[in-house]
């Protein structure tokens, strides 16, 4: 069974930095892609970025490129994203999500999910 924990969630100020991580386990495919999304309170839940896994090809949302870093740690399964420069506007809560295949932005194209981690941006 595919399970995905997100961590690493908190509040930190406009132009501050946080990493959140998402450890996964059980996942049996041989060619698979994470990536994170977000969804703020009365919005949809957006892509925000995604990594091939044994590639390491990367993918961004344009809000997030150049300030965002998407990595992962094949040795314990785990995904990263470096957060750096960050707005209120990236407020949200951060989920991770795992699919068969290529890195692709739209939510029901994946099929496992994690619960989610808070990131809250505000001074």
């Known amino acids: 069974q ?21 450890a996964a ?10 990536a994170w999304f977000r969804q703020a309170p009365g919005k949809e839940r957006e892509f925000v970025a995604g990594i091939e896994w044994y590639s390491g090809a990367t993918a961004y949302t344009d809000s997030v490129e150049g300030r965002f870093t ?6 314990v399964i785990t995904m990263y994203l470096q957060m750096n420069r ?11 999500a795992v699919r068969r295949g290529m890195v692709r932005s739209i939510v029901r194209d994946y099929d496992y999910w ?9 001074s």
Request: with cysteine.
């Open 2 to 22: 595919v399970q995905l924990v997100e961590s690493g969630g908190g509040l930190v100020q406009p132009g501050g930095s946080l990493r959140v991580s998402c």
């Open 114 to 122: 994690g619960r989610g981690t808070q990131v809250t941006v505000s």
């Open 70 to 75: 998407i990595s992962r740690d094949n040795a």
């Open 86 to 96: 960050l707005k209120p506007e990236d407020t949200a809560l951060y989920y991770c």
């Open 25 to 34: 386990s059980g996942i049996t495919y041989n060619y698979y892609s994470m």
